[in-house]
């Protein structure tokens, strides 16, 4: 970015302004090359400010939440990354429904509503990332979602104007919401439900478990690569084509689940991406299936 537009940003946002930012320390995959330039905003008025900086100069951006869905391209991201991750971290309860800022991490949200006795996010557990990412993409696991819950959001447009949408303003569907592309959500509330601390802890913990057993937990990854297609599991499909344990470059499907790449160390987006389409072709030619996938690949080779 140009340094006389570097100076008008750093006028118009408060809050950092980083150039060159090598992305691979924001995701949970370790991978992703450098962002021209990365913003963490201090509030609401920056991320309007940040949009309408963006519109107005034709910039490109991308928002970041905590980066556990993300394959960011060895090349990095030419353009803006909006860095929401950290801020918007506020998160309070009236009666039975509690506002969470959207930097909020999942598993937090899922401890304070554990502690205070309210049901209907226990499925979130173990889940990473943030409230926003889980939001834009209706995270979810064990039949539950985050959409299940979920009463209404404010959110910044692309166009830099506030709105708050309510539950029946939007639409969720597996891994999906109506949100707008590049809307910036700051906002959730949860209407849940009054439940029994220990039950809830009990759900919340056994969730726990069988996630760390049945996921390569103690590796870099950024979770299920692919969707499951309808009735059928993804995972099943890779491992039915003979990939489980296939290794390109320091990337490798995870023997322990067929729908996890995981970085062995030092993985570049090209070994990733180098096994996504080997497993694509491979399930489309044997198994007559089109894979779809899950995690969002941004930046550039
Ligand atoms: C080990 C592991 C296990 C996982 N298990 C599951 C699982 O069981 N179920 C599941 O659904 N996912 C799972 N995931 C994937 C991931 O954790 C979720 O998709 C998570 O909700 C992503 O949130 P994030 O904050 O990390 O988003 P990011 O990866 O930072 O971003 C993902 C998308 O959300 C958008 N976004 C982020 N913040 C905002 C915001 N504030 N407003 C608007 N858009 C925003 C980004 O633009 C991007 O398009 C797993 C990942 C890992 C690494």
């Given at each position: 970015m140009k340094r006389e537009l570097r100076e008008t940003l750093e006028r118009q946002v408060r809050g950092r302004v980083l150039s060159g930012e090598p992305l691979a320390q924001y995701t949970s995959f370790g991978i992703g090359g450098p962002a021209d330039v990365m913003i963490v905003p201090e509030g609401v008025e920056d991320v309007q400010a940040a949009l309408t900086f963006c519109r107005d100069e034709g910039i490109a951006y991308i928002l970041l939440g905590g980066g556990s869905n993300l394959l960011v391209r060895?090349?990095?991201?030419r353009g803006m990354v909006l860095n929401l991750g950290g801020v918007f971290t506020h998160l309070h309860v009236e009666g039975r429904r509690v506002w969470s800022g959207t930097g909020v991490r999942l598993s937090r949200l899922v401890a304070f509503c554990s502690k205070g006795a309210l049901a209907g996010v226990e499925s979130l557990a173990g889940i990473p990332g943030t409230v926003g990412g889980a939001v834009k993409g209706n995270a979810g696991a064990f039949g539950g979602s985050?959409?299940?819950?979920?009463a209404e959001v404010r959110l910044v447009t692309p166009q830099g104007n506030q709105q708050a949408l309510s539950r029946d303003q939007m639409e969720f569907s597996y891994r999906r919401s109506?949100?707008?592309?590049?809307c910036v959500v700051v906002e959730a509330a949860f209407d849940l439900e009054p439940g029994d601390p220990v039950r809830i802890r009990r759900r919340v913990s056994e969730n726990l478990i069988q996630r760390n057993r049945g996921q390569p937990v103690e590796w870099r990854s950024a979770g299920s690569v692919f969707k499951n297609p309808p009735g059928e599991y993804a995972g099943r499909l890779v491992e039915k084509s003979g990939l489980k344990g296939m290794r390109i470059g320091s990337a490798c499907i995870s023997p322990k689940h067929g729908n996890f790449i995981i970085n062995?160390?030092?993985?570049?987006a090209a070994d990733v991406l180098a096994l996504i389409d080997l497993i694509t072709h491979r399930v489309r030619e044997e198994m007559h299936v089109e894979l779809e996938l899950e995690v969002q690949v941004v930046g550039e080779d």
């Amino acid at each position: 970015m140009k340094r006389e537009l570097r100076e008008t940003l750093e006028r118009q946002v408060r809050g950092r302004v980083l150039s060159g930012e090598p992305l691979a320390q924001y995701t949970s995959f370790g991978i992703g090359g450098p962002a021209d330039v990365m913003i963490v905003p201090e509030g609401v008025e920056d991320v309007q400010a940040a949009l309408t900086f963006c519109r107005d100069e034709g910039i490109a951006y991308i928002l970041l939440g905590g980066g556990s869905n993300l394959l960011v391209r060895d090349g990095g991201f030419r353009g803006m990354v909006l860095n929401l991750g950290g801020v918007f971290t506020h998160l309070h309860v009236e009666g039975r429904r509690v506002w969470s800022g959207t930097g909020v991490r999942l598993s937090r949200l899922v401890a304070f509503c554990s502690k205070g006795a309210l049901a209907g996010v226990e499925s979130l557990a173990g889940i990473p990332g943030t409230v926003g990412g889980a939001v834009k993409g209706n995270a979810g696991a064990f039949g539950g979602s985050i959409a299940d819950h979920l009463a209404e959001v404010r959110l910044v447009t692309p166009q830099g104007n506030q709105q708050a949408l309510s539950r029946d303003q939007m639409e969720f569907s597996y891994r999906r919401s109506s949100l707008p592309e590049g809307c910036v959500v700051v906002e959730a509330a949860f209407d849940l439900e009054p439940g029994d601390p220990v039950r809830i802890r009990r759900r919340v913990s056994e969730n726990l478990i069988q996630r760390n057993r049945g996921q390569p937990v103690e590796w870099r990854s950024a979770g299920s690569v692919f969707k499951n297609p309808p009735g059928e599991y993804a995972g099943r499909l890779v491992e039915k084509s003979g990939l489980k344990g296939m290794r390109i470059g320091s990337a490798c499907i995870s023997p322990k689940h067929g729908n996890f790449i995981i970085n062995l160390g030092g993985a570049t987006a090209a070994d990733v991406l180098a096994l996504i389409d080997l497993i694509t072709h491979r399930v489309r030619e044997e198994m007559h299936v089109e894979l779809e996938l899950e995690v969002q690949v941004v930046g550039e080779d």
